[in-house]
């Protein structure tokens, strides 16, 4: 003869979606009954809903905005950058074209397509949306009021996409400026074209 005698189970037995149990204790340490907890729509809405909505406002007046400083003049778009990085007197051309070459080399996001005749085409490619631009360095001589003949790299930098850079195309080149600093040269920025600045 079994020792338990076994019966049927009810619905009752079973969790259903909105009656979870939720046992309490009072001081005596004796279990109260089970809670029901009540799963509410209207703040799961509130939520979820809401944060999007801000969301969604933000990015367009951000836009508005955008458009808005554009066209009327506010912030000047370019997609295009010329700047004549001169040298200190008494750096040679050969001696500021050799540098450029191991300044573009070291940095990653630059690849030189060509070089030679103190001429180098590259291609940079920017670190979160992969676009890519074209870049030109010429090392020459120049001669200037200041200084007299000195070297001077001029530095052209063009996006293929968009009509704006976002000052992309001036970071461009500053990254060979900044290599060039870093080697303890003297370098003066004269900007010719285009070049925005964020």
């Given at each position: 003869?079994?020792?338990?005698?076994?019966?049927?189970?009810?619905?009752?037995?079973?969790?259903?979606?909105?009656?979870?149990?939720?046992?309490?204790?009072?001081?005596?340490?004796?279990?109260?009954?089970?809670?029901?907890?009540?799963?509410?729509?209207?703040?799961?809405?509130?939520?979820?809903?809401?944060?999007?909505?801000?969301?969604?406002?933000?990015?367009?007046?951000?836009?508005?905005?955008?458009?808005?400083?554009?066209?009327?003049?506010?912030?000047?778009?370019?997609?295009?950058?010329?700047?004549?990085?001169?040298?200190?007197?008494?750096?040679?051309?050969?001696q500021t074209f050799?540098?450029?070459?191991?300044?573009?080399?070291?940095?990653?996001?630059y690849r030189i397509?060509?070089?030679?005749?103190?001429?180098?085409?590259?291609?940079?490619?920017?670190?979160?949306?992969?676009?890519?631009?074209?870049?030109?360095?010429?090392?020459?001589?120049?001669?200037?009021?200041?200084?007299?003949?000195?070297?001077?790299?001029?530095?052209?930098?063009?996006?293929?996409?968009?009509?704006?850079?976002?000052?992309?195309?001036?970071?461009?080149?500053?990254?060979?400026?900044?290599?060039?600093?870093?080697?303890?040269?003297?370098?003066?920025?004269?900007i010719v074209e285009?070049?925005?600045?964020?």
């Amino acid at each position: 003869m079994p020792l338990f005698k076994s019966r049927k189970k009810s619905t009752d037995d079973y969790l259903t979606f909105d009656t979870i149990p939720e046992f309490n204790f009072n001081t005596n340490g004796n279990r109260r009954g089970p809670k029901k907890l009540k799963l509410c729509c209207c703040c799961a809405l509130w939520c979820c809903i809401v944060p999007c909505v801000l969301a969604c406002c933000i990015i367009l007046v951000t836009v508005v905005a955008a458009v808005i400083l554009f066209s009327s003049g506010v912030i000047k778009a370019s997609n295009v950058c010329r700047i004549n990085y001169k040298m200190s007197p008494g750096v040679t051309v050969t001696q500021t074209f050799a540098q450029l070459v191991d300044c573009l080399d070291d940095v990653q996001s630059y690849r030189i397509i060509s070089e030679g005749n103190n001429t180098v085409v590259a291609e940079h490619t920017t670190s979160f949306w992969k676009y890519v631009d074209d870049v030109f360095f010429d090392v020459i001589r120049m001669e200037t009021a200041e200084s007299g003949n000195v070297t001077v790299i001029e530095a052209y930098s063009h996006s293929r996409v968009g009509k704006s850079d976002f000052g992309q195309n001036y970071k461009n080149l500053n990254l060979v400026k900044d290599c060039f600093v870093s080697m303890a040269y003297e370098v003066d920025e004269d900007i010719v074209e285009g070049c925005t600045f964020y």
